[in-house]
């Protein structure tokens, strides 16, 4: 079957088309910038190696994104990308979604009821829906949630010490996100494995430029990262993750800085590009560190401590680890993140092969621990697209 997959943002409307047998990539395209003076776009039928690229109008944003996309869709030379369903990503599901849903009034009142949870991800989520309910009245679509692979956590992983009340009046307990790609490289890390989804034990490790890690037991997430917001936990390319709350009063009371500033010095200008003062890309910070640049060298070993340390406990969460799994764009590309989380945590029962590790990733799934390794280690790149397409596809047969 072939699923567009919209993934809508507040400036930016990315897609692809997704044969969901084979797994392959049709099509895929951007709209950046939307709503400003210069709004672009890049078309790709991938399958016909074509390529379209140009710009809006001054201020055309989703809805002009979205008519071009149909009208796209439609030209005789793309006669291999018809569709079957659109699937959308959606970032916060809340405790209501467990799984994907099919796109009604109820599901649309549903989700904006999340929408105080995820104020900056679910209201661009749903322009993205509305637009596209209206544009592809015939198809069905469906949402698939970032949050719903983990509504398996128990209370004891979920719940914040803190009035109980404000999670039962407010819904304010860890959620956990990246769930299309924790759920598609945890199936793939069983099919790698030779085990039954069922029996599959692993922490799986999304490194991109959000990063979140999360435990797998019998196949299910018990444990994650990030919690209410994707601002909890590891250390990311702009955001903090985890810090003592105090330093939020301590900045609003002793410093003088607004709710609004220390939003955007937490989420936009902290984690690696915070404490670089250079960049939030790893490859950047690489080149930078090898050149004997001090805050990237003490930006990129925060990174990798603080990396361990999660992991390290997230083992805590789970009675039998099989294997560490590394993934997203530093997870599957750099070799010495990976050495240096393995080298920490080589007490869990991972032994490294140091030449397996230089060379893995570059799009493909590979071991890079010792075949005696108790525990294995392996790199597997994700694919998010793929994993709504197919929930998509699974949802509408069912
Ligand atoms: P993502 O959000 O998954 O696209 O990942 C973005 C991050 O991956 C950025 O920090 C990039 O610098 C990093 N990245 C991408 N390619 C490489 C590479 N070849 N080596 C190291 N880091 C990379």
Known sequence: MNVLVINCGSSSLKFSVVETESGKDLAKGLFDRLGSKTPGYKLKNVERSTEAEGSLGEGEAHEQALDLLARFLNQPENDNLVVTAVGHRMVHGGEKFTGAALINDETLAAVESCSALAPLHNPSNLLGVRKSLEHFTDLPQVAVFDTAFHQTLSKEAYLYPIPLELYREHGIRRYGFHGSSHK????????????????????TIHLGNGCSAAAIE??????TTMGLTPLEGLVMGTRSGDLDPGIIFHLYRSLGMSMEEIDATLNKKSGLLGLSELSNDMRELRQAAADGNENAKLALAVFERRLAKSVASLRASMSKLDAIVFTGGIGE?????RSAALRQLAFLGIEMDADANQSAGRGKNGFISTESSKVKAIVIPTNEELMIARETAQHIAD
């Open 333 to 337: 590309n750099d070799a010495v993140t």
């Open 184 to 203: 598609y490289v945890t199936s793939e890390a069983a099919r790698i494995l030779g085990k039954p989804l069922a029996e599959t034990n692993i922490i």
């Open 218 to 223: 019998n196949g299910r997430s018990v444990d």
